[in-house]
C-alpha cells in the first residue's frame, strides 16, 4: 500500500474509531463520579447499581435497532448520529440535577455506545484492505481504551471543583462534537455501496483505500450477495451456526472476565484497598495507561500473531490476576498495591488478548448479507452482559469480593479453550472466511 493510500486509510480509520473513543470515555467517566450521585440522588445499593447500569440499557436497545438504519441509510450518516446522540447526553445528564433525568439522558448516551459498537467495526472491517483490516479495526479498540485514559485524566484534573462530578459528565461533550463533524468527511462503506447498486462509488473508494484488485473484490461481494439473495439473508439459520457460535462465545467471554465491572468501579475497588479519593483516581489512570499500552501491542500483534494466539496467551495472565484479586479478598491481604498491581496486570492480559480481538472477531466472522446482524447479535450480546454485571457488582461486592472474582477468573479459564476451538482468520478476505465458516 503506497504511502499516501496508507495516511488516507489511517485517516478513516481513525476518526470511524473515535466513536470507540466516545464508547470510553462515557464507560469510564461515570467511575470518578459514581459515589457523588449515590449521594447527591440518596440511592441504595441495588438503586445506585441500576442508575449506573441505565446507560448499559440503552447500549443493548442501541446495539439491536442499529442494524435496520445502518442497511438503509449507510453506515456514514448512522455514525454521525450516534455522534449527536453522545453529544446531546453529555451535555443534559451532567447539567440537569433530577435522578430521572440523569437516567434518561445517559439511557441515550447507551443507545449511542450500543449502535456504535456495532456499525463503528462494520464501517471499518468493511473498507479496509484485508492485509490490513485486524490493525484498522483495532483502531476502535484502541480509541476506546484512549477514551478511558482520556476520562481518567479529565475525572482527576476536575476532582474537587465545586459540583465536579457534573462537569466530569459534560466532558464528554467535546470529543463527541469532534467525532459528529470529522464523520462528514467520510466516505461510505464501499460494500454498502454495491449492495445499492453504486458500483461506480464502491469503485472509487476502493481506488482510495489501496484495494489491490478492485474487480475481484467486485465480483466477490457480488456473488456473495448473489448467493445471500438465492438462499435468504436471515442470520439465524442453521448454516451460520459457528460464526453465531463464536460471536456469543467472544462476547460473553469478554465481559464476564470482569473488565467492565473494573472500569466502572475502579476507584471505589482501590478506596476499598486504603487509598484516598484522590490517591485512587490517580491510580486509575495507571490502570487505564496500561490498558492503552497493551492495546497499542495487541493492534501492532495481532495482524501478525493471529487471534488465536493473543487470546490464548491473555487467557493464562488473566486466570492468575484474578485469582490473585480473590484471594486478597478472602484474606483481607488486599491493602496498599497488592489490589493495584493485580487488577493493572489483569487490565494488561486482557487488553492484550480479548480487548484487541472481539470487535475485529465479530466484524469478520459473518457474511456479507448478515453482517449487520451477526454485529447486531454480538454486540448486543456483550452489552447484555455488561448491564447485568454493572447492576449486582456492588451487591457481589457487599457480599464478598472474593466469590465475584473467583468467578472471574473460571471465565478467563474458558477463553483458553476458546482460543483452541475457534478458527484462525488473520489475513483472510472477509469472503473467504464467509467460505470456510458457512457450510451449506
Not at 331 to 347: D, K, R, S
Request: positive net charge.
Amino acid at each position: 500500500m503506497k504511502n499516501g493510500l496508507k495516511a488516507f486509510m489511517f485517516w478513516v480509520a481513525f476518526v470511524a474509531s473515535l466513536g470507540g473513543l466516545l464508547f470510553g470515555f462515557d464507560t469510564a467517566v461515570i467511575s470518578g463520579a459514581e459515589k457523588q450521585i449515590q449521594a447527591v440522588y440518596g440511592l441504595s445499593d441495588f438503586s445506585h447499581g441500576f442508575t449506573m447500569a441505565t446507560a448499559l440499557i440503552g447500549t443493548i436497545i442501541g446495539a439491536l435497532f442499529c442494524g435496520k438504519p445502518a442497511e438503509r441509510y449507510g453506515r456514514k450518516k448512522s455514525l454521525i448520529v450516534i455522534g449527536i446522540l453522545y453529544l446531546v447526553s453529555a451535555v443534559f445528564s451532567g447539567a440537569i440535577v433530577n435522578w430521572y433525568s440523569f437516567m434518561f439522558f445517559r439511557f441515550l448516551g447507551g443507545l449511542a455506545v450500543g449502535a456504535s459498537s456495532v456499525v463503528g467495526p462494520m464501517f471499518i472491517a468493511e473498507i479496509s484492505p484485508a492485509a490490513w483490516r485486524g490493525r484498522f479495526v483495532c483502531f476502535f479498540q484502541f480509541n476506546i481504551v484512549l477514551g478511558i485514559v482520556l476520562a481518567y485524566f479529565s475525572n482527576y484534573w476536575i476532582a474537587g471543583v465545586p459540583n465536579d462530578w457534573q462537569w466530569m459528565i459534560m466532558a464528554e461533550s467535546i470529543p463527541a462534537l469532534l467525532f459528529s463533524v470529522l464523520m462528514f468527511t467520510m466516505p461510505e462503506s464501499p460494500r454498502w455501496l454495491v449492495k445499492q447498486g453504486r458500483e461506480a462509488d464502491a469503485v472509487a473508494v476502493f481506488e482510495k483505500t489501496g484495494e489491490k484488485d478492485v474487480p475481484a473484490e467486485l465480483e466477490a461481494i457480488r456473488q456473495s450477495l448473489a448467493d445471500a439473495s438465492r438462499k435468504g439473508g436471515k442470520l439465524f439459520q442453521k448454516k451460520y451456526w459457528k460464526p453465531i457460535l463464536i460471536a456469543f462465545l467472544i462476547a460473553t467471554i469478554n465481559q464476564l472476565s470482569g473488565i467492565n465491572a473494573i472500569l466502572y468501579y475502579a476507584p471505589r475497588l482501590l478506596e476499598m484497598s486504603g487509598v484516598f479519593r484522590e490517591g485512587a483516581m490517580l491510580q486509575s489512570i495507571i490502570i487505564g495507561l496500561t490498558n492503552l499500552t497493551f492495546s497499542m501491542l495487541g493492534m501492532i500483534l495481532i495482524d501478525k500473531v493471529g487471534r488465536k494466539t493473543l487470546i490464548g496467551i491473555g487467557a493464562i495472565g488473566m486466570v492468575i490476576c484474578q485469582a490473585m484479586v480473590a484471594r486478597g479478598f478472602a484474606l483481607e491481604a488486599f491493602h496498599g498495591y497488592y489490589m493495584l498491581i493485580f487488577l493493572v496486570g489483569y487490565v494488561a492480559f486482557f487488553a492484550l488478548s480479548l480487548g484487541a480481538t472481539i470487535w475485529v472477531v465479530i466484524a469478520e466472522v459473518f457474511p456479507n448479507d448478515v453482517r449487520a446482524g451477526g454485529q447486531v447479535f454480538g454486540s448486543m450480546t456483550h452489552w447484555v452482559w455488561s448491564a447485568l454485571l454493572t447492576w449486582f457488582f456492588p451487591l457481589f461486592l457487599s457480599i464478598g469480593g472474593q466469590y465475584i472474582f473467583t468467578f472471574f477468573s473460571v471465565i478467563a479459564a474458558l477463553a483458553l479453550l476458546f482460543a483452541w476451538w475457534m478458527p484462525e482468520t488473520k489475513g483472510k478476505s472477509l469472503e473467504q472466511i464467509q467460505k470456510e465458516l458457512v457450510k451449506e
